[in-house]
């Protein structure tokens, strides 16, 4: 496959033009993007706003081609003021909220749903059609508590570095979930599945602590 230029890169995949409708994501590891590409045509199928997946276009296991999206992403628009922290956390709930309505691919568990484990501002793309929920490489199944604790703690974390306005997300998101109670249960599975994140740096590693404690005085 023909791919142009480089337009975005993250923590284990880059993102490269196709055309002026596609994208290819490729993993560098050369991760298998198969189960991926699954989860998303089910949440598209339900309506759920992820985008576009042309299967079988890549060029390998780790290859995904999607369509291409065109707006920025929720945390460019916090950092640019064109989006405040209290619209990001309650748009963070409901996507959160949307996602673990839709019924669980697999379900080998009675309440299981489809958890993207990795929902922050930076996975949220703010198009014409509304808000695209992206990267789902983390996703798996379980209780939705347990998605929601990984958003939090992931926002937590940002906020204990010091970052301007994260504690306000953090707030919003908190005060907008439903089901908070299943949130304080899944928090130290969250913050295990994140203290053994490989792409963490020490010092993400070393904000865990004060992470989790800031996310339990808010809840109170």
Known sequence: MRIGELVGSGRSADVYAIDGERVLRRYRDGGDAAREAAVMAHLAGHGYPVPEVFPGAGDGPGDLVMRRLSGPTMLRSLMDGTMTAEEAGALLAR????????????????????????LHPDNVMLTARGPVVIDWRNTDEGPPGLDDAMSAIILAQVAASGTAGAGEVLAALLSELDDTKGLAGQLPAARARRGADAMLSPEEHALLDDAERLIRDLLG
């Open 95 to 118: 996507l959160l909220r949307e996602l673990h309505a839709v019924p669980a691919r697999v379900g080998a568990r009675p309440g299981d749903r489809i958890l993207h484990l990795d």
